[in-house]
Structure formats: structure tokens, C-alpha cells
């Protein structure tokens, strides 16, 4: 275990709390001109309220046979995304070109996480790199099919699949 947040195997877990606005006091309205709204304490908290207002995005990277590969884990939104978006950019800026987005784990996806993933390709692809994905979730892949991406990226159904595409086509 990672003494970073106790997450195992060195991934990075980025925590948002989606509902902290909506959880002002009713005294005390958004917009409220007299006083900031009151963000409710963590003993004010029950677990399911902690467990659905809570998003969870962790984020790792390896390189496997000369291929960097990040391991996504958790909801790429529009809360969520920057931080793929900064990991990507980091390792790009590191002259890593040939990259591997594993979403085996991913559970949503949304328009904001389609633009970083289609940011990335662009920036690898501007030094003759390419940025493949590992997804085999029916529910994720429909999301590539009806945006017609899965003509833009590789999609494999493993890393190692992924990584043999790759040598392939060097």
C-alpha cells in the first residue's frame, strides 16, 4: 500500500465532493447576500451520503516494453478529467509518445473525458506517437462507437494486446 493515501500499487486518488453546494443550510441560500452558505461537517455526514457525493478518479502510469501505460480507475467527468488531462500532458511533456490508457476500471465517461482522451492522441500524434485504449465494457465502447472514435483510437480487449499492437506497428 501507497503511504500516498493508502491506494495501493502508486495510484493517485482525486476525491470531489459533487454535492457540497447543495448541501448548504436551508437558512442560508446559494447566492445568499448575508453569509457564505454552511458546507455540511463530515459528522453531519451519513455513509450513504458520503459514498454519493463523493467521486472517485485514481490514476497510475508504468512503462511496459518501452510503452507508457496509464491505469484509469473510477469516473472520467468534467470533475474528474483535468487530472487525466495533467497526467497525460506530464507524460507527453516527458517525451513519452507511444501511450496505453487502460479503462478497464473506468465506470462513466462523459464528453469532458472524451475531449482529454482526444487531446492526448493529438498531442502524441504530433510527434508521430499514438495513444491506444484497453476497454471490453459494452457500456463504455457504445460511448466510442456513437461518436465514431473507435475509427481514431486502437481499442484492445488487454494492455499486453494493446502493447503487441503497438510493436506491430513500429
Known amino acids: 500500500v501507497s503511504p500516498r493515501q493508502g491506494v495501493p500499487g502508486g495510484m493517485i486518488s482525486y476525491r470531489h465532493d459533487t454535492g457540497a453546494w447543495l448541501n448548504a443550510a436551508d437558512d442560508h441560500a446559494l447566492g445568499s447576500a448575508s453569509e457564505p452558505p454552511r458546507l455540511m461537517r463530515d459528522a453531519e455526514m451519513t455513509p450513504c451520503m458520503a459514498l454519493e457525493d463523493f467521486v472517485d478518479l485514481k490514476l497510475g502510469h508504468y512503462n ?18 483535468p487530472r487525466l488531462r495533467e497526467l497525460l500532458i506530464d507524460l507527453v511533456n516527458k517525451n513519452n509518445y507511444q501511450l ?30 499514438s495513444l491506444d485504449l ?25 494492455v499486453d494486446e494493446a502493447i503487441a499492437a503497438k510493436k506491430l506497428e513500429k
Open 100 to 129: 496505453v490508457v487502460n479503462m478497464e476500471k473506468v465506470e462513466f465517461l462523459d464528453s469532458t473525458g472524451l475531449g482529454v482522451l482526444v487531446g492526448g492522441l493529438k498531442r502524441v500524434r504530433a510527434h508521430d506517437g
Open 64 to 81: 511496459k516494453d518501452g510503452i507508457e501505460v496509464v491505469d484509469v480507475e473510477g469516473e472520467i467527468d468534467v470533475y474528474t478529467a
Open 134 to 158: 484497453v476497454c471490453t465494457q459494452e457500456r463504455i465502447l457504445k460511448i466510442f462507437r456513437i461518436t465514431g472514435l473507435t475509427k481514431v483510437f486502437g481499442i484492445h480487449e488487454t
